[in-house]
């Protein structure tokens, strides 16, 4: 009897492991499953934006009692237990430890390709046992690092027939034409995409949903001192921006804000190396790195200066109050900057450099509201999945 040499049998193993794949990825006109009467669906949360935006999503599902939540935190992520246990007590429930499952992060804001191949491995393999045990019925993210080794564990389960494991992947509203690093690496996997841009829709093509809100035809929005209760909100979000912190302080631009009928001015200026001067001689001004309470202010402010973070403007355009964006042009493929130009092109916000901060403060612009109905194809791609 001959055998096959060795190279033939790894040819061999390579083609089934390639035929297995196939298999398993998503596929046009594939059955629609049986409903589920209760669903266990896991949710990777990130720090900042990441996080306000899964919320929004969560929120369109109907019928909640149906879901069994569980919620993936990294590490290193100071504020996003606090916003689940929030959010389910808006639900009328309560968050237990057994549902919130926390992993090493797989990548830092900022932190290099290179040493994010290391830093993910790691977080893979916590990210493996908590899926395998858990063996939830759908996984939903929306980008941050920690959602790629999540959903590769999902895949796991699927390619070794254990369970068949949903993925649903929201881009972040902060990608207006081109994908994230996640949304590349999970394009293809993903069993429901969803986009919030008609330019990144129509560079992806049919396989992309498109779940944005903008339009031309909106209502105006008042003046800055009209809403709100005063205050001007500046924020750096959760990361470092020195250049806004820079520009804000100084008494030209604080004399702006009070022009605008600003009564008080606080100043969220996260751990960056600039020590403001101007700012904390003065008695309407309060200056802090960072408070869990910055999401609770903007949606209060009568006027706010923040970087282009999704979750920020998320925050502040729903809840009608007045934005000037200083995008932060160190972050990625400077998408900040494409952020920002794409509200101002539906007028709902100003946006400016640093150095144009107070040139900017002097202009009453006309802006519009933005939509505060919720589009249906989150909510829509977890029917499709889970029934």
């Known amino acids: 009897m001959e055998f096959m040499p060795p190279l033939e049998w790894c040819l061999v193993a390579v083609l089934l492991l390639v035929l297995r794949v196939y298999a398993i990825l998503p596929k046009a006109g594939r059955a629609a499953p049986a409903p589920l009467p209760k669903v266990r669906l896991l949710a990777v949360l990130g720090s900042g934006g990441h996080t306000t935006e899964m919320f929004y999503d969560l929120a369109t599902l109907k019928d909640t009692k149906r879901f069994d939540r569980h919620y993936v935190i990294a590490a290193t992520d100071s504020g996003s237990r606090a916003k689940a246990a929030a959010f389910e007590g808006t639900l009328g429930g309560a968050l237990s430890e057994s549902r919130v499952h926390v992993v090493p992060r797989a990548r830092e804001v900022g932190q290099s390709y290179v040493s994010s191949v290391y830093t993910t491995l790691v977080a893979s393999v916590t990210s493996f046992k908590h899926v395998f045990l858990l063996r939830p019925d759908i996984v939903v993210c ?3 690092g920690t959602c790629v080794p999540i959903c590769v564990a999902a895949y796991a389960l699927r390619f070794f027939a254990v369970k068949h494991v949903a993925v649903v992947y929201s881009e972040s509203l902060a990608c207006v034409a081109h ?5 590349k690496i999970l394009w293809r996997f993903a069993d429901r995409f969803t986009v919030q841009w008609g330019m990144l829709k129509d560079l992806l093509g049919a396989r992309a949903l498109y779940a944005g809100r903008c339009t031309y035809d909106l209502p105006a929005l008042g003046p800055a001192a009209s809403g709100g209760d005063g205050s001007c909100v500046v924020t750096v979000g959760s990361t470092k921006f020195d250049k806004l912190i820079e520009a804000v302080d100084s008494e030209a631009v604080l004399d702006a804000l009070r022009r605008k009928g600003i009564k008080k001015i606080i100043v ?6 600039y020590a403001p001067t101007v700012l904390p ?3 309407d001004v309060e200056v802090f790195e960072y408070s869990k309470e910055v999401p609770a202010m903007l949606k209060k402010a009568s006027y706010v200066i923040s970087h282009a973070g999704a979750g920020t403007v998320y925050d502040c355009l729903l809840h009608d109050r007045r934005l000037l964006i200083v995008p932060n042009e160190t972050l990625m493929a400077n998408h900040q900057v ?4 794409e509200l101002e092109k539906y007028s709902l916000v100003q946006w400016c450099r640093p150095d144009n901060l107070l040139k900017e403060l ?3 612009t006309a802006l519009k509201a933005f939509p505060k109905e919720a589009s249906k194809a989150f909510a829509n791609c977890v029917q499709d999945l889970v029934g």
Request: hydrophobic share 30%; proline share 4%; no cysteine.
């Open 338 to 341: 494409q952020l920002a130009e």
């Open 362 to 364: 002097g202009h009453d």
């Open 281 to 283: 001689q003065a008695a």
């Open 268 to 273: 969220q200026k996260g751990n960056g190396a």
């Open 179 to 183: 994908l994230s690093l996640s949304g």
């Open 142 to 144: 929306n980008g941050p």
